[in-house]
């Protein structure tokens, strides 16, 4: 396969329909690089996942952490398939979460779905002392989509 994608680029650039060597060996080169990132992003989100389980301190510094890792190439989907969505939602639903970490797991949401999460909580004996966490994305991740279709229907191109 990876010889039929030098090939193609090849024939794209108007090189010779053979490969070099060296191009081969420069794209197996990246292909390993890149799978080795794979694999330690991946095992390094895995790691957080279960620091974000255990609750506490740890998944305080675990949830920021994720959150910082969503911003890399494939990092979202990774963290999809990790199960942080799931870790988040229940964090937001227990009643010994803190307050930041409670705002931290509704952030993360916020981040994986890209939309507003709520939750309430109350004092399950009393029903009273009640907490809301309401966790809205950036406005312009709300408000960015319609400004394009504005500037789409006045006729101005999109941008690149």
């Known amino acids: 396969m990876v010889f039929v994608v030098v090939f193609l680029a090849c024939v794209i650039a108007g090189e010779a329909l053979q490969p070099r060597t060296g191009d081969v060996s420069r794209v197996l080169s990246d292909l390993r690089w890149q799978s080795e990132q794979e694999k330690a992003l991946r095992s390094e989100i895995q790691y957080a996942v279960r620091r974000l389980a255990a609750g506490g301190s740890q998944a305080v ?5 994720l959150a910082k890792l969503s911003s890399l190439p494939n990092g979202k989907t990774m963290m999809k398939a990790a199960g942080v969505e799931g870790t988040a939602k229940d964090l937001m639903q227990k009643p010994s979460s803190s307050t930041t970490l409670q705002r931290l ?3 993360l949401l916020t981040i994986m779905t ?3 999460v709520a939750s309430s909580l109350s004092d399950t004996a009393t029903g009273s002392a009640g907490r809301v966490q309401v966790v809205l994305p950036r406005p312009s991740r709300v ?3 319609d400004a394009v279709i504005a500037r789409l229907d006045a006729g101005i191109p999109p941008e690149s």
């Open 143 to 145: 408000y960015g989509p």
């Open 61 to 65: 510094s675990a949830a920021a952490r």
């Open 114 to 116: 890209g939309t507003p």
């Open 105 to 107: 797991a509704g952030s």
